[in-house]
């Protein structure tokens, strides 16, 4: 039987894809079903046949699984955002840690027994209304009414999202307010907004072509009615590309910053700098990657992808040093300035690529030791080697180049923390040769609802008998 296009099926779905969605075979052909759950019975449309595998729509839902959930936003299914509102928490997490285990045993090497049942933070409360920053582009619907909401999967159309359910609800409001002050789409791109969950403190930042009279309106209607609003600026961008900001800020009221507090340590974030998404998880997170790091005061540790220093600064207390890379300048600005504002004296950061600012220290580290000359090109002076590794990679992972650094550097021990499965587990098999193997590792849920997963893994050089 050739599976077609438009033809409907009746098929039993038996595991999660990589994003959540359903998979069910028909006679040997894939299917992949996306808002099906593994063990229901369900009706299906084909939308598109390839020739080994194809997708299929839901059509109707013969026999449901336990853990199917109704989605509590009227715009999931048409939204990008949330892919996996149709099943339960629970459901949610056992699909994140089976991601893992799948990824790291047959992209990672990693054997069975080393990833069997791993440790697992996730939403102890209610997993809703969490993010701490959103960025809602504006357009127009097909009626040409101004739409303010998400992009829909895979287009640029604007799905309005009301009161989106894993916002923080000030971030809703703010939203929701300056919706009403904007009646041309063009006037404004984008409404970036970013809260900080210990403070309070609320930075919106107006994406813009060109600075018009919307911007007085919708000041004045921010800062009458939403008190949490601490700094508002635009951020002028005329050009037509994907990325959402452009290179000028520019402060319509308050700081060009917010500042958040993680545990007993307080962040300055400018709005180019990454922060951390989940506030009722970035501390545990953190906490986890300090547990694997293993300190006891004696160590150089190596913050990679530092941001602003989150990571770096939480482990320096209990490490000699640390040293903290990474490539946005605010951010690396942000990063020395958090060290001021904690009184932290043993942490130095440095702007650049990780590949390029490790593998010339490791480098010239290298000619020291043959005695070939000074380490005088260094971005830092690699005056001993570290001890502890800690990389935050986007989600394509590390460059090969700082693998075989790091590599070259030999730390005790990696901390890996990864925002993607399979680039975390790529780099593992890449850090082999090396002689890392994965000690343990630890699926952390900070993206509720959405089919993105987080993990913390710890690797250890293998001593040679
Ligand atoms: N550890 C930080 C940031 C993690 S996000 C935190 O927990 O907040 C990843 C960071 O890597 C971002 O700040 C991004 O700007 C930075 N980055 C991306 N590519 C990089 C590269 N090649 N070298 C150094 N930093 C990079």
Redesign the pocket.
Known sequence: MTVKKNQEYEVIIEAFGNSGEGISHINGYTLFVSGALPGERVKVAVTKAKKNYGYARLVSIEEPSPDRMEPGCPVAKRCGGCELQHMSYEAQLRFKVQRVVDCLTRLGGVSESAVAGPEVIGCVDEPWHYRNKAQFPVGVDRESRIAVGFYAARTHAIIPCGDCLIQSPVINRIKNVIEKCIDDADSVKHIYIRHAAATGQTMVCLVVPKKTAVLNRIKEAVLSEIKEVTSLCVNIHPDDTNVVLGDVFESLYGPLYIEDIIGDLRFRIAPE????VNPYITEKLYQKALEYAALTGEEIVW??????G??GLFLSKKAKKVIG????PQ?VKNAKENADINSIENAEFYCG???DIISRAVGDKEVGRRGGGEATDAAFNLAELPDVVVV???RKGC?EKLIEAIGSAAPERIVY?SCDPATLSRDIARFRPYGYELEKACVVDQFWQTKHVETVALLVKRRKH
Request: aromatic share 12%; net charge negative; proline share 8%.
């Open positions: 700098s990454f922060y951390q913050d990679l992808y530092c941001g602003i989150t990571i890379v990474e490539v946005v951010a690529t990780a590949e935050d990679p986007p460059d923390v």
